[in-house]
């Protein structure tokens, strides 16, 4: 293989190590890789750098050796995962096709139900009809008789017999009324074509997502136990039972003004049996709230939930901004809410709102008013910010 030359092998592997290894570098500049017209280095020169190679090659040939074996680790999870990724597709494809199988059942159940009440009022509004058009003609023809009767009495000059017969055909059903069929022909049926083919595009959720990754904290129901800040609140989870993590000292909450409460009490996760732990701030235009979640996590939101104050239920927000930011400075809006009345001016009222279209870490949220409160009077304009909760859902990780 080597075609008798040991200076090949020596050759190969300056050329394979002279990039890592100054002495290398050196070498390479006194060896030729021409072919036959190359001349061999002194022997001198070359017990030097053979020497010198010596104490550098083994510790690199370790490092390449141990990357090595981190790569070929590295590509055996690459193929379990792929193994995993194929079976857990496969279980999302049968439980798929069992959720619509399902569906369809129920939605060929719905069009049967709707066909038999459609066919049963077809034949009330049948019967209906077909009374009111047997009612007026045996009425039509007694009427009729009765005309012809009373017309011989006139011609007999019987004056007893026409007022019979003109006070039998008063009496007539329907002879005093306005004459007509009753009006039975439409069905008021209610097919909302596009709504229902909305709501069957809403079937089934896959997560929109898939370019984050991370621990996902979803969202299930408002202040449920599976939000972020309640995860802090148990000391990232270590913790059974929960603090405000402001009070852990684990995060951060400021405030453009204060007055009543205290800025934290804003993210409590607390309920409405908490009493007055609620923030309100001054009655002032862009009127801002601060969450710093601190500089070992960050969060890709994709939803967040809050609750309204609980000692003054005649406001709520209305027109703000969620904001996410990782300096304090430069600020993302992620979900803009304008003339927004998911918040009820109501003590303690809760509501949910997704996130859209989020890709992003940030470790600072903000909530920023743009308009007055919710007020239950109309025609009043507040800026107090009050808020007694605040839960933020979706992707964490860990920067330190």
């Known amino acids: 293989f080597f075609r008798g030359d040991p200076s090949f092998v020596f050759r190969r592997s300056v050329c394979f190590i002279f990039a890592s290894c100054p002495c290398a570098l050196e070498m390479s500049r006194r060896v030729s890789f021409?072919?036959?017209?190359?001349?061999?280095?002194?022997?001198?020169?070359?017990?030097?750098?053979?020497?010198?190679?010596?104490?550098?090659?083994?510790?690199?040939l370790e490092r390449a050796s141990a990357t090595a074996r981190e790569m070929a680790k590295a590509s055996q999870?690459?193929?379990t995962e792929l193994a995993a990724m194929e079976e857990n597709y496969r279980e999302a494809l049968r439980k798929?096709?069992?959720?619509?199988?399902?569906?369809?059942?129920?939605?060929?159940?719905?069009?049967?139900?709707?066909?038999?009440?459609?066919d049963n009022m077809r034949l009330h509004k049948a019967n209906v009809i077909e009374s009111r058009q047997k009612q007026l003609a045996e009425t039509s023809e007694s009427i009729v008789a009765d005309v012809r009767r009373a017309r011989h009495a006139i011609e007999d000059r019987h004056a007893d017999d026409v007022e019979h017969f003109v006070e039998k055909i008063k009496a007539s059903p329907g002879f005093s009324d306005i004459v007509s069929a009753p009006h039975e022909s439409l069905f008021p049926l209610l097919l909302d074509l596009e709504g229902d083919?909305?709501?069957?595009?809403?079937?089934?959720?896959?997560?929109?997502?898939?370019?984050?990754?991370?621990?996902?904290?979803?969202?299930?129901?408002?202040?449920?136990?599976?939000?972020?800040?309640?995860?802090?609140?148990?000391?990232?989870?270590?913790?059974?039972t929960y603090q405000n993590p402001a009070d852990l000292g684990l995060v951060t909450v400021t405030a453009s003004s204060c007055e009543f409460g205290r800025p934290d009490h804003a993210i409590n996760h607390g309920s409405i049996k908490d009493g007055h732990l609620t923030f309100m701030s001054k009655s002032e235009k862009g009127?801002?709230?601060?969450?710093?979640?601190?500089?070992?996590?960050?969060?890709?939101?994709?939803?967040?939930?809050?609750?309204?104050?609980?000692?003054?239920?005649?406001?709520?927000?209305?027109?703000?901004?969620?904001?996410?930011?990782?300096?304090?400075?430069?600020?993302?809006?992620?979900?803009?809410?304008?003339?927004?009345?998911?918040?009820?001016?109501?003590?303690?009222?809760?509501?949910?709102?997704?996130i859209e279209d989020c890709y992003t870490f940030?470790?600072?949220?903000?909530?920023?008013?743009?308009?007055?409160?919710?007020?239950?009077?109309?025609?009043a304009k507040f800026?107090?910010?009050?808020?007694?909760?605040?839960?933020?859902?979706?992707?964490?990780q860990k920067r330190m």
């Open 96 to 118: 798929v096709n069992e959720h619509f199988e399902e569906l369809a059942e129920q939605l060929q159940c719905r069009q049967e139900a709707l066909l038999t009440q459609l």
């Open 34 to 60: 021409g072919g036959s017209t190359s001349s061999p280095p002194s022997g001198e020169s070359s017990a030097k750098g053979m020497q010198d190679l010596s104490k550098e090659i083994p510790s690199f």
């Open 362 to 379: 940030y470790n600072r949220f903000r909530i920023l008013m743009t308009g007055p409160n919710q007020h239950v009077q109309p025609h």
């Open 383 to 396: 800026y107090y910010l009050m808020l007694s909760g605040m839960e933020l859902y979706g992707y964490v």
């Open 197 to 240: 083919k909305t709501a069957i595009n809403r079937m089934g959720y896959l997560e929109s997502h898939p370019r984050v990754s991370g621990m996902l904290f979803k969202y299930i129901s408002d202040f449920d136990n599976n939000g972020v800040l309640y995860w802090i609140g148990r000391s990232y989870g270590k913790a059974a």
């Open 77 to 79: 999870d690459c193929a």
């Open 287 to 354: 009127s801002w709230l601060q969450l710093h979640l601190g500089v070992q996590y960050a969060l890709c939101p994709t939803a967040y939930t809050l609750r309204n104050c609980l000692v003054n239920p005649c406001h709520s927000l209305k027109s703000w901004e969620f904001q996410g930011s990782n300096d304090g400075q430069q600020w993302t809006t992620l979900r803009k809410h304008d003339e927004d009345l998911g918040l009820l001016p109501s003590r303690g009222s809760v509501f949910t709102w997704s």
